[in-house]
């Protein structure tokens, strides 16, 4: 029940913080309407896009599944930086060219991960009640009465599933915030790289993002791959590099400039 408990508070609090962030920020800054939703929802068609793509690729060619993990992280990682942040850059680039400003970027960024942190989230909330309620289920046949036997026990290999879940290590209750927020600020440095790039005319920003996304990707996956916590773990040290390093550029860079090149 702790893994439960710790689930459901992980789920809240990946709803209610984004909302609770971008509210502060834009009582803080003079911001543009809309800006956390428009991001949001451009970062949701290009990872609709992407999961097509892949979804295509392992169904024309699924004898790509039965790769090792290092060659699959390393293709993961390709397309996720290609999709990912080339999208980040097109996006900034032509439909969102007025955003040049480190505070209209970190709102960006925001929105970018936030909206599909909320997503999941609500997610994560229905999956712990729906985790409670079937693993509660004693007789399965007296609630499915209709129900053969081969889906009866399809529905009890699911409730086996649940239940050793919820006996497992409170602390991964955390990985869902631990995942998303590491995610989100990977976004916030990538999305100012971008917004640099974009200033100085260099495209070279571009493709460093692109790195470095792929690079992010393939290692947590490949991490995964031995066991989820070493992945959560090299996740989170790559979301703290991203804070370090979004200091270091919103302090080394004079972003006024930028802001009057509109």
Not at 75 to 85: H, K, R
Not at 222 to 243: E, K
């Amino acid at each position: 029940m702790t893994f439960l408990f710790f689930s459901l508070l992980s789920g809240l609090m990946l709803v209610v913080l984004p909302l609770l962030a971008v509210r502060r920020l834009k009582a803080k800054w003079q911001l543009p309407k809309g800006l956390f939703l428009k991001a949001g929802l451009a970062a949701l068609m290009i990872e609709i896009i992407q999961v097509a793509v892949i979804g295509n690729g392992t169904s024309l060619w699924p004898q790509i599944l039965d790769l090792p993990p290092y060659q699959i992280a390393l293709m993961l990682g390709l397309v996720s930086g290609l999709f990912t942040e080339l999208g980040r850059f097109l996006v900034l680039d032509k439909l969102m060219s007025k955003v040049r400003a480190a505070h209209e970027g970190v709102i960006f960024a925001l929105g970018w991960g936030g909206l599909q942190t909320i997503i999941y989230g609500a997610v994560v909330i229905l999956g712990v009640f729906g985790m409670y309620t079937i693993s509660s289920v004693s007789d399965l046949a007296t609630i499915l009465p209709d129900a053969d036997k081969n889906q009866l026990a399809s529905f009890a290999e699911i409730q086996k599933q649940s239940q050793v879940l919820m006996n497992s290590n409170p602390i991964l209750g955390f990985a869902p915030v631990i995942e998303r927020g590491s995610l989100i600020l990977i976004d916030i440095v990538l999305t100012l790289l971008i917004i640099v790039g974009l200033i100085e005319d260099k495209t070279s920003y571009a493709w460093l993002a692109v790195g470095l996304r792929g690079l992010v990707t393939a290692l947590v996956f490949y991490a995964n791959s031995w066991t989820p916590l070493l992945g959560q773990f090299f996740l989170f040290l790559f979301g703290l590099a991203a804070y370090l390093m979004t200091r270091k550029l919103w302090s080394s860079l004079n972003w006024l400039p930028a802001a009057k090149k509109r």
